[in-house]
């Protein structure tokens, strides 16, 4: 069992729908960490959350709504998505991001959501 | 900019040997650090290992070394004594100052170990 943990663990939409996927952990991490990842490819950062504010987006699409509520959840909005959206989400989250130290924080990775979109 | 290649796109090792996966890297940042997951198919993505820039010794963690060659900018996975569980997708990455500290990753190793 991983220490992330990720729900649902498979999500089928439409593209018009309106969806969430959910993300938690009990680490005491403060970064926390959105990525998309597409068969047989690395996962691509889409977002990252440092002491519950959002310090990187990636450029992504409306569309993807990141939420930090408290310190041990992460969610991610869905709305309009589009064939291509269709991927492996996976959460991660770290001790911290940019301070000191940080260099040798490994991000702890959930099992991923699989999101197909019809 | 910095830069993680992975050149072997997939490797068969037989089981209770041991296999070599290689990455190389390139940065200007003086301080990084260099890691290595696993994925099996079922998705999630597993730290194995952990080395720093100015680490004097290869990392070890069990069945996983790290043969770490800085000048020659390599940080490459051996995994001994394979096992028909570590049947996976292996990822190596790095972490730099200059690109906040995200994690950057190679393109990735498929391992498939045979009885």
């Known amino acids: 069992d991983t220490e992330v943990t990720q729900t649902p663990k498979h999500l089928v939409m439409g593209m018009t729908n309106k969806k969430s996927l959910k993300c938690e952990q009990h680490?005491?991490?403060?970064?926390m960490y959105w990525y998309k990842q597409k068969a047989k490819k690395p996962p691509e950062l889409m977002f990252v959350?440092?002491?519950?504010?959002?310090?990187i987006n990636e450029s992504v699409p409306s569309r993807f709504s990141p939420e930090c509520p408290n310190s041990s959840l992460l969610n991610l909005h869905l709305h309009a998505l589009q064939p291509e959206d269709s991927a492996l989400y996976l959460c991660?989250?770290?001790?911290?991001?940019?301070?000191?130290?940080?260099?040798?924080?490994?991000?702890?990775f959930g099992d991923g959501t699989r999101l197909s979109i019809l | 900019a910095q830069k993680i290649t992975q050149t072997q796109p997939g490797m068969f090792v037989q089981e209770k040997e041991a296999v070599t996966l290689d990455c190389t890297y390139d940065?200007?940042?003086?301080?990084?650090?260099l890691f290595w997951y696993k994925q099996p198919s079922s998705g999630e993505m597993i730290f194995l290992i952990y080395?720093?820039?100015?680490?004097?010794q290869n990392a070890t963690e069990g069945r996983y070394s790290l043969n770490f060659q800085k000048a020659r900018k390599s940080a490459n996975l051996v995994i001994s004594a394979s096992q028909l569980g570590d049947s996976a997708m292996y990822f190596c990455?790095?972490?730099?100052?200059?690109?906040?500290?995200?994690?950057?990753f190679g393109a990735g190793t498929t391992v498939t170990v045979r009885a």
């Open positions: 940065t200007s940042d003086p301080s990084y650090g």
């Open positions: 080395q720093g820039s100015y680490d004097q």
């Open positions: 680490m005491g991490h403060r970064a």
């Open positions: 959350y440092s002491y519950e504010k959002l310090s």
């Open positions: 990455a790095m972490r730099v100052p200059s690109n906040d500290y995200k994690l950057s």
């Open positions: 991660a989250s770290s001790l911290q991001t940019r301070r000191t130290g940080a260099l040798n924080q490994p991000q702890h």
